[in-house]
């Protein structure tokens, strides 16, 4: 009995040495990792910015923490060697689990440390918005590779659900064929999405006209993209639509745009003075970026004339603004100098005499 005693005290306190170097070494490594990311993150040439250390602390601490609860000697310690089992697979689970939001906390570290290079805000946003459209897709798409990758890990680490993913597999030929013509349309949105990160035929807030509707791009997901129409609606589009049918895009590559407004007039209106006044209109308004400003007569019919007045802004709301001003003092100024200028029709009257008249 003494003997067993002794042998019980030397086996757990071999057990007892081993667990508390192990942990020791753990919570070394763990304060060394999280040194060394503060020691590069009070450096603002490395990539991991101070305030990121808690990010990524809580999911070490969890990765260190599974590799502990495996050890033999915590086993030994507790007299629990018989649920070795469950030691292991709660352990396997934990690092699978803590190691996947580690993955995501860095990758949504190295995100912002990109994007915070990049301003939306600016006049000129153009490289902006590329790359957020770029990292914003492609972000959805690392997430859900690594989530999918992490969960096919989880459950392939039991043996039972092991062998029935195996013997799935082995007779899914028919079964994968079917499934796989019932997916093409998910899994072609998903390939547009991933398109639309690398070709960008479309970015983050470009101008576009879909469906007849003018409005900004306001998200891009990865089967679906939003566009926030100018009454503050919302068109949702599948990714497909950018790829397969045409659109227009007024910002693809600058945000500078043409405007035009129209008039129709009698043939008596003078040219050169409506053009006289559209320079002074375009030059007192600070919507004008002072590029273009052009004035011509594109078409005549009958009874009127049509005159082209051809403007430059800065974007496209700037210059729908721009054109609604140019156009209400374009005619302010034909009403108020040149009113015979106004469009008419005239009809002509003969008498008994043969004498025409004319209105």
């Known amino acids: 009995m003494y003997g067993m005693l002794n042998d019980f005290i030397e086996i757990n306190s071999t057990s007892f040495l081993y667990l508390l170097s192990t942990l020791a070494l753990l919570f070394l490594a763990y304060f060394v990792v999280l040194r060394i990311v503060r020691r590069l993150g009070a ?7 101070l305030e990121t250390v808690k990010k990524i602390s809580t999911p070490l601490g969890f990765v260190l923490f599974s590799i502990f609860i495996r050890l033999e000697s915590l086993r030994n310690l507790l007299g629990l060697q018989d649920y070795t089992y469950w030691f292991r697979k709660s352990s396997t689970l934990l690092f699978i689990f803590a190691f996947t939001w580690l993955l995501l906390s ?22 902006a918005r590329k790359v957020t459209t770029q990292f914003n897709i492609l972000e959805r798409v690392v997430i859900f590779i690594i989530i999918i990758l992490a969960i096919g890990a989880a459950l392939m680490s039991f043996e039972g659900i092991r062998e029935v993913g195996v013997s799935i597999f082995a007779s899914a030929g028919v079964a994968g064929i079917i499934i796989g013509f019932s997916a093409q349309k998910m899994i072609g949105t998903i390939l547009a999405g991933i398109q639309i990160a690398i070709a960008q035929p479309i970015k983050i807030d470009d101008v576009v006209i879909v469906e007849g509707e003018w409005g900004r791009i306001e998200e891009i997901m990865l089967t679906y ?24 895009n007024w910002t693809k590559s600058s945000a500078d745009i043409l405007g035009t407004v129209f ?30 400003n052009v004035l011509q007569v594109t078409d005549t019919k009958a009874n009127y004339v049509e005159i082209r007045a051809l403007m430059s802004a800065k974007d496209s709301p700037t210059a729908w603004d721009l054109r609604v001003f140019v156009r209400e003092k374009l005619i302010t100024f034909l009403q108020q100098n040149y009113p015979e200028s106004l469009p008419r029709t005239r ?6 005499l043969g004498v025409e008249k004319t209105n």
């Not at 860095?106 to 490289?127: C, E, G, P, V």
């Not at 003078?270 to 590029?291: K, M, N, V, Y």
């Not at 009809?347 to 008994?352: A, D, G, K, R």
Request: charge should be positive; proline fraction near 6%; glycine fraction near 2%.
């Open 225 to 248: 993209v939003v566009v926030k129409i100018w009454d503050k609606r919302r068109l949702i589009v599948p990714t497909t639509y950018f790829i397969e049918t045409p659109f227009q």
């Open 106 to 127: 860095l990758l949504k570290i190295l995100k912002h440390h990109m994007m915070r290079k990049y301003d939306l805000q600016a006049s000129d946003n153009y490289k």
């Open 347 to 352: 009809v002509s009257f003969e008498n008994s």
């Open 263 to 292: 008039l129709y007039t009698d043939y008596k209106v003078p040219f050169d003075a409506l053009r006289q006044e559209l320079t002074r209109i375009l030059q007192s308004t600070d919507l004008w970026d002072g590029e273009v």
């Open 43 to 49: 450096n603002p040439k490395y990539l991991i910015p």
